[in-house]
């Protein structure tokens, strides 16, 4: 191929892809090899497409960029018909993950809760009893990495951190794919409804032992975490005060909740378990409610007296969940924290505001939760905001996988694959492998402490050089995925520059990736890829465009 | 390497904060050699460790309610490890009850949050790291100030702080000098095709420097811990003197910081933490169980480090080293009808190292009468945490800006 001073591929982003940031305003000239670099600290904002597909998905892919330019006329029209697209995620196609899964045949996903409590829980052989779990933490890689339901995806991941259940232990392995799955069906739902199941579910009933709670003296780990975790937050604990004591809001509601309001919640719940070999439910597994174990008294929980008494099964707790998922509380911090995820570690107040006015004001509706999703994707906070976070871990190994056709075989006991798992657990983001209840970390101060840091850098140079066994060929062969007549270094770089990152980089980071792949020589000679230290050069230079900053923010 | 890690704002504060020393002008260290720095390990037990089955009554006035209390978790008398004061240690702590025996270990009794009443695991665990107790909004945690406020600190120092586990902990936060460190032995970037390996190292920095983004500064932070640790680390290491770490993820980590101490890179600070100790069910008493056996591997984890590191030489490694343990809260006095215990108050602190004036129990203990107790159900705080530590940066690390570290 010919000898050519300037690459092939031409950096002009057009037009869509340069839109004007908060600060700096107008173009960007970083873009085109910056004399007048940003403020210090301040990444420039991308395009809109890279927003989405970063913050709303697991990464580009080749060929996403293409979609979403055919979606509309102007980026705002794209992203309107992307939202629509991606909601109602039950009409979109999904052959690739399709074809993947079946290929893996995972046996445990579809089952319903009883049968992995029967075929599963009740094995006599631990790796059977596991097995459910395995195929989650395998499935949820493949999910990010093929799946083109990306926003449900996003939103279930963040209500597995909401709702965190730690999923490696007896009675949590075999059930987690329905306890995923309830994730999945809710994402976009009615919080209340959404409370009601999680409350019921074996899985939580287990992790904070609410299943083994009874009256007159009942276990407060569930009861605390469901006020300060999954409703109200920690925002809205006023510490060990006197209930009568607390101000009104104005409205009837009182300002936060304290110590009694736990304890009088855990007598509202006493009685809530799963039915096994003693119960009269039968060994299902199912949810079980144990009237004999359930304090019948009075309760004051929140201000509100509970007066249900006996023969009210569940009474007490429904009345709970309703006291709590209609506190303005819940709102508000449930709006921080799906603003947290989807904008910035530290999202605009104004944002949160409207955030949690969409949800209160949707209290009874079941797309309560789409339409607050709906609201902070379509809020200019969202489209002006870039490089507040980091991607996580588990986000950068899926969205490696998705840039590179990365070719491993995903069944549960595929060579290499427990490798890379262990991998996954030493950056600190393995898969469901959180023990306490407040889930993974949603900020980029943790994730960007060196530990994490290093040990995905790791993960990622991994990647680059494993070999499949049978075909003798490495995994992430990118000689086979860099189309025919792109091999000088300059080209190379520009090439995996452009399938990794797909937007536009600045100049001396370009510059930095073609001397790698250069290594001394000219840079517009080509060079034989079929030559296998030219090839561990290719595959290293895809490593190091994996660990560079511009593929570490979202 | 090495590397220049970064200058220090040297602490210049002359006031001695009203809260150190006042209380434990007993808890003495002797003079350390000046070119001898001392180390502060921090040991955070994540959960609420049951502080009250820890060391319990055992022969005074308070026995009676433990046992009433208690009736299924109580550790018996005749199991408990005789401390003084009619108070017992738990079994499987016996290489604690040795190091206290021998003067090394201090107890101190009913530590925590004095100034603020909190039963969330993770509101407490922010008030304690970051040293604000009742606030949330500062930016640093406490050990970082205390870096880097700390007398004498040469700027050249290699690796002052380390934070042993998988995150970096809230008490190290906005220190841009801590490692934090999960399994030493692969921190390193040394994976991918083996003839490009440096290439990619010095492009990878390269890329870094290109930028002044959070991203890039932290990243560039980590390659450089990253260095500093693989240049360090090799060929494996062997602990001195027989000591037997337990083979665990404590076990490491207490190795991890007795190899970092030896290599004299100049560290001062370490946390570790270490968890499981939320125990609501099942949590056992005397001889079995989880909480069991959790003390059975903090107690054999702090002696294999001590034992590790007072080898020869006089002062030697354990004379600089000083081990403080804590929780975020005690548990309740009263057990659960699930075997276990829920949030508590008040809780024990330890504090371990050849110059502690150990073998003694320190603090006020409140008593376990229910008009003694906190809200009628928890040990009482007599002692607010920030004493016990700020006696440590004052009297070990000669570290006077108190109000610095712990302001308010």
């Known amino acids: 191929m010919s000898v050519t001073a300037t690459p092939k591929r031409a950096i ?23 004399t007048n670099p940003p403020p210090r600290g301040t990444p420039p904002l991308p395009d809109l497409y890279t927003i989405v597909v ?18 509309g006329p102007n980026d705002d029209a794209r992203l309107q018909a992307w939202l629509n697209q991606q909601l ?66 996003v939103m279930t991941e963040f209500w597995l951190d909401h709702f965190s259940v730690y999923g490696w232990e007896s009675n949590t392995e075999s059930m987690f794919p329905d306890w995923v799955r309830l994730m999945r069906t809710h994402c976009f739902g009615n919080f209340r409804d959404f409370l009601g199941e999680v409350a019921r579910h074996t899985a939580m009933l287990y992790y904070l032992d609410q299943y083994t709670s009874s009256a007159p003296f009942p276990n407060e780990n569930y009861a605390r975490e469901l006020f300060e975790l999954h409703t109200m937050g920690s925002e809205n604990y006023l510490g060990v005060l006197d209930p009568l004591s607390v101000p009104d809001d104005g409205f009837g509601n009182p300002i936060g909740y304290v110590d009694n309001d736990v304890y009088e919640g855990a007598r509202c719940l006493a009685g809530f378990t799963f039915s096994d070999s003693i119960d009269e439910g039968g060994d299902t597994g199912l949810f079980y409610y144990r009237d004999d174990w359930h304090d019948i008294g009075t309760k004051l929980v929140l ?109 549960v006991d595929a060579e290499d694959l427990s490798s890379l798992l262990s991998r996954l657990d030493q950056t600190s983001h393995g898969m469901f492998n959180w023990r306490a209840p407040n889930g993974y970390p949603d900020a980029r101060i943790k994730w960007e402490s060196t530990s994490p840091r290093i040990m995905t850098w790791r993960l990622m140079l991994w990647l680059t050089d494993t070999t499949d066994d049978v075909s003798g060929l490495k995994r992430l062969n990118a000689a086979a995925q860099t189309p025919p007549g792109i091999d000088t270094p300059t080209e190379l770089a520009d090439y995996w520059l452009d399938r990794i990152l797909d937007r536009p980089v600045p100049a001396e980071d370009r510059q930095e ?42 | 390497m090495p590397v220049n890690r970064r200058d220090f704002v040297c602490g210049c504060s002359a006031a001695i904060a009203a809260l150190a020393g006042a209380r434990f002008n007993s808890l003495v260290f002797g003079q350390p050699n000046p070119g001898d720095h001392p180390i502060l390990v921090n040991v955070f037990l994540r959960g609420g460790m049951d502080g009250l089955n820890f060391m319990m009554p055992t022969t005074n006035g308070d026995r009676g ?55 969330s695991h993770f509101d407490a665990m922010e008030y304690i790291e970051l040293g604000t107790p009742g606030a949330q909004s500062i930016s640093t945690g406490w050990l970082t100030r205390h870096l880097n406020t ?67 500064v932290r990243a560039l932070d980590a390659l450089d811990s990253a260095d500093i640790i693989e240049l360090s680390v090799s060929g494996g290491y062997t602990p001195a003197n027989g000591a037997q770490y337990p083979n665990n ?29 939320d125990t609501h069910n099942g949590q056992g008493n005397g001889s079995g169980g989880q909480f069991s056996s959790l003390v059975g591997s903090l107690s054999d984890a702090m002696t294999a480090l001590y034992t590790d590191l007072d080898g020869p030489g006089n002062p030697n490694d354990a004379s600089r080293l000083t081990i403080v343990v804590q929780s975020e809260f005690g548990r309740r006095l009263f057990e659960n009808d699930d075997d276990g215990t829920d949030h508590g108050y008040g809780n024990l602190m330890m504090v371990l190292g050849k110059e502690v004036n150990g073998g003694q129990l320190y603090g006020t203990w409140p008593g376990l009468a229910s008009h003694q107790l906190f809200e009628g159900d928890d040990l009482m705080v007599t002692t607010d945490y920030r004493r016990v530590m700020s006696e440590i940066l004052v009297r070990r690390f000669g570290n006077s800006a108190i109000d610095t570290v712990f302001p308010g």
């Open chain 1, 303 to 411: 201000g509100d007296i509970l007066n249900n008494g006996a023969n009210a099964p569940e009474a007490d707790a429904n009345d709970l969940f309703d006291l709590l998922a209609n506190h303005p509380g819940t709102g508000r911090h449930l709006a921080r924290k799906l603003c947290t995820r989807l904008v910035s570690d530290d999202p605009p107040q104004s944002l949160v505001d409207a955030a949690a006015a969409e949800w209160n004001a949707h209290i009874a509706s079941n797309d309560q939760i789409e339409r607050v999703v709906r609201l902070i994707v379509l809020s200019n906070e969202f489209k002006t905001t870039w490089g507040e976070k980091v991607k996580r871990p588990y986000q950068l190994l899926a969205g490696a996988v998705r840039a590179t056709s990365y070719q491993q075989d995903w069944a």
């Open chain 2, 150 to 216: 700390t007398p004498g600190l040469p700027p050249q120092v290699v690796l002052p702080s380390v934070a042993i586990g998988s995150l970096e902990p809230t008490s190290l936060q906005g220190s841009s000098i801590t490692a934090n460190i999960g399994d030493i032995d692969d921190f390193n970037l040394d994976q991918g095709p083996w003839d490009w390996r440096s290439a990619h190292r010095t492009s990878l920095r390269r890329l870094l420097g290109n930028g002044s983004t959070q991203t890039h």
């Open chain 1, 54 to 71: 970063n913050r709303l998905g697991y990464g580009p892919r080749p060929g996403l960029r293409a979609e979403w330019q055919a979606l």
């Open chain 2, 65 to 119: 309610f433990y046992e009433a209390a208690r009736s299924s978790l109580q550790v018996p008398v005749g199991e408990a490890l005789a401390l003084p004061g009619g108070f017992g240690l738990h079994p499987s702590a016996d290489g604690l009850h040795g190091l206290f025996q021998d003067g090394r270990l201090a107890l101190v009794h009913a530590c925590g949050l004095q100034t603020v009443q909190t039963r």
């Open chain 1, 513 to 554: 990736v073609i001397d790698f792949m250069a290594a001394g020589f000219n840079p517009d000679l080509s060079l034989d890829l079929s030559d296998e230290d030219n090839h561990d050069r290719l595959r290293m230079m895809v490593g190091l465009i994996l660990n560079m900053p511009e593929n570490l923010m979202r």
């Open chain 1, 88 to 153: 109602a995620h039950g009409s979109i196609a999904d052959p690739e993950y399709d074809a993947v899964v079946s290929a893996a045949g995972y046996e445990t996903l579809t089952k319903t809760r009883q049968q992995l409590w029967q075929q599963y829980r009740r094995h006599a052989d631990w790796q059977v009893r596991r097995l459910p779990i395995w195929e989650c933490e395998v499935e949820a890689i493949v999910r990010a990495a093929y799946s083109r339901k990306q926003l449900l995806h």
């Open chain 1, 12 to 34: 002009d982003p057009g037009p869509d892809n340069v839109r004007p940031g908060p600060r700096p305003s107008g173009p960007v000239p970083f873009l085109h090899g910056g």
């Open chain 2, 249 to 277: 993820s404590l076990g490491d980590a207490m190795k991890s910081v007795a190899q970092l101490v030896k290599l004299d890179l100049g560290l001062r600070v370490a946390t570790i933490d270490f968890g499981g100790w």
